[in-house]
């Protein structure tokens, strides 16, 4: 039985992946991964994820400005990423967010171009993927106020179309939260993890409310830890889940697969 997911974050324009992503992409395929979306960290890589998607069908790109480059991100860069964002092939803005655990950049600066973005997300009616890493408070701010300054962003009358959180650090409460704005949370390898919790948090938010993630080449789920990740392991996590909620592997990757459909206008 073959199921169909889709791996909602890889940085498949990395290095990593530059001697054999014909290779990675055709084991993607025969693992049932249908689609792979491909999130930019600065405008040079935003470009490279636009260039895949324009060579593989099922490639999609988003595009944006990592908290990590936020200070090496010009004025002209985010007029770009503006300009690209018209690109029949991109989905989103980013990843784009902020990180405190490093702190690469200092925090008033990328609160600044989390908030330039999602303005950039505004004006071209596209959702956000979101990444927060100890600045999960500071980020719900950020978003919520966007969210009020401009309701009709993205409605979501039914289900969330604004957005996901990837690789989401939060509570169940905190999932809850952000579904009210209209986001996704998202999960890759770490809930394969042994000693992870966060398993538990992922049967209290709920299949319905996530979407499979892989984050490659980070993140790489058991059983093949301390190996470069990419497309094909989204099957672990979807295992995983699927052993958690004692539902099919089929379900997970139906649910998960019509969830990032849904979110990234590929339904439409
Ligand atoms: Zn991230
Ligand atoms: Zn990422």
């Known amino acids: ?83 690209l964002g018209n690109h029949p092939k991109v989905v989103a803005i980013g990843e784009i967010g902020l990180d405190y655990h490093y702190d690469f950049s200092p925090k008033d600066r990328q609160e600044e171009i989390f908030a330039e973005q999602i303005k950039i997300a505004v004006r071209r009616n596209l959702p956000i993927v979101v990444h ?71 049967k209290q938010i709920g299949v319905h409310n996530i979407l499979l993630e892989t984050d490659s080449p980070y993140m790489t789920p058991v059983p093949l830890r301390g190996k470069r990740n990419e497309p094909a392991n989204i099957v672990f996590i979807g295992r995983k889940i699927a052993e958690a909620f004692h539902i099919t592997e089929e379900e997970v990757a139906r649910v998960t697969t019509e969830n990032t459909m849904h979110l990234f206008g590929l339904d439409e």
């Open 132 to 202: 927060t890493r100890e600045s999960i408070q500071d980020a719900f701010a950020i978003v919520q106020k966007a969210v009020k300054t401009h309701p009709d962003w993205k409605e979501t009358r039914t289900t969330p179309r604004r957005g996901v959180f990837h690789c989401f650090p939060g509570t169940a409460e905190e999932a809850e939260y952000v579904r009210g704005l209209g986001f996704y949370v998202s999960y890759p390898g770490i809930v394969t993890f042994k000693k992870s919790e966060i398993i538990e948090i992922v």
């Open 1 to 83: 039985m073959m199921y169909q997911y889709i791996d909602s974050h890889a940085h498949l324009f990395y290095e990593d992946y530059q001697r054999d992503l014909e290779t990675v992409l055709t084991r993607a395929k025969d693992a049932g991964v249908k689609i792979c979306i491909v999130p930019g960290i600065d405008l040079k890589t935003s470009r490279e994820a636009v260039l895949l998607a324009e060579q593989h069908e099922n490639i999609f790109a988003c595009i944006g400005v990592h908290p990590h480059e936020a200070t090496k991100a010009t004025d002209k860069d985010f007029g770009e990423i503006e300009e």
